[in-house]
């Protein structure tokens, strides 16, 4: 069983930048693939970035591309997600969540642990 918490959300400008963490404990972090979520108020909880076990491999949703950069330490049991530029339509509450399938693009439903969230809140 593998607990999640992540931590770095706030308020920020548009245009801004936050760093988000996610500390796992209680099991072995790299044995999993890693990703990002976010929800915002009214709608379905939507995929951001997942990264592989190694941390070679990475992807993006477009609308963050070039961004947002997913990262992990596998020595600190964290992973990050490092949010610049960012716009009004990113305020969301952000997730990090694992899985133990092999790197790729899934949908919530296959992630096996999930954080409690962190809300981020890009004002105009």
């Known amino acids: 069983q593998v607990q999640l918490v992540e931590s770095g959300g706030g308020l920020v400008q548009a245009g801004g930048s936050l760093g988000l963490s996610c500390a796992a404990s209680?099991?072995?972090?790299?044995?999993?693939?890693m990703a990002w979520f976010r929800q915002a108020p009214g709608k379905e909880r939507e995929f951001v970035a997942v990264?592989?076990?190694?941390?070679?491999?990475?992807y993006y949703t477009d609308a963050v591309k070039g961004r947002f950069t997913i990262s992990r330490d596998n020595a600190k049991n964290t992973v990050y997600l490092q949010m610049n530029s960012l716009k009004p339509e990113d305020t969301a509450v952000y997730y990090c969540?694992?899985?133990?399938?092999?790197?790729?693009?899934?949908?919530?439903?296959?992630?096996?642990?999930w954080g409690q969230g962190t809300q981020v809140t890009v004002s105009s």
């Open positions: 990264i592989s076990r190694t941390g070679i491999s990475t």
């Open positions: 209680g099991g072995t972090f790299s044995s999993y693939t």
């Open positions: 969540a694992a899985t133990w399938k092999v790197f790729g693009a899934y949908g919530p439903s296959q992630y096996d642990y």
